[in-house]
């Protein structure tokens, strides 16, 4: 049973930092993409970033990219979401995901397996 539990959110104001960490256990995930997503309300859940396991690839949509970076610590089994200058349109409930590597494109929810049960980010002007 493979298990993804986030941490790491909570209430900043806009051009705040906040890291995020999902924490995998269960199985082994070194054939596996790590991804996180957002969904605010009434919205899609959108694809943030991701990170092969194995050689470290990262991927970002473009609305995050440089100010959101993805890592991963393969001893510790955890992703990160690093994520800078922070802006009220950040805020979401954030799910990291894990899927095989070649399902799909990183960017579609189908392509993921496994996901953990969210962290509200909230950014307020």
């Known amino acids: 049973q493979v298990q993804l539990v986030e941490s790491g959110g909570g209430l900043v104001q806009a051009g705040d930092s906040l890291r995020l960490s999902c924490a995998a256990s269960g199985r082994t995930f070194s054939s596996a993409v790590m991804g996180w997503f957002r969904q605010a309300p009434g919205k899609e859940r959108e694809f943030v970033a991701g990170?092969?396991?194995?050689?470290?690839?990262?991927y970002y949509t473009e609305p995050v990219k440089g100010r959101f970076i993805i890592s991963r610590d393969n001893a510790k089994n955890t992703v990160y979401l690093q994520m800078n200058s922070l802006k009220p349109e950040d805020t979401a409930v954030y799910y990291c995901?894990?899927?095989?590597?070649?399902?799909?494109?990183?960017?579609?929810?189908?392509?993921?397996?496994?996901w953990g049960q969210g962290t509200q980010v909230t950014v307020s002007s």
């Open positions: 990170i092969t396991w194995s050689g470290g690839r990262t």
């Open positions: 995901a894990a899927g095989p590597t070649g399902r799909g494109p990183w960017v579609s929810p189908s392509s993921y397996d496994h």
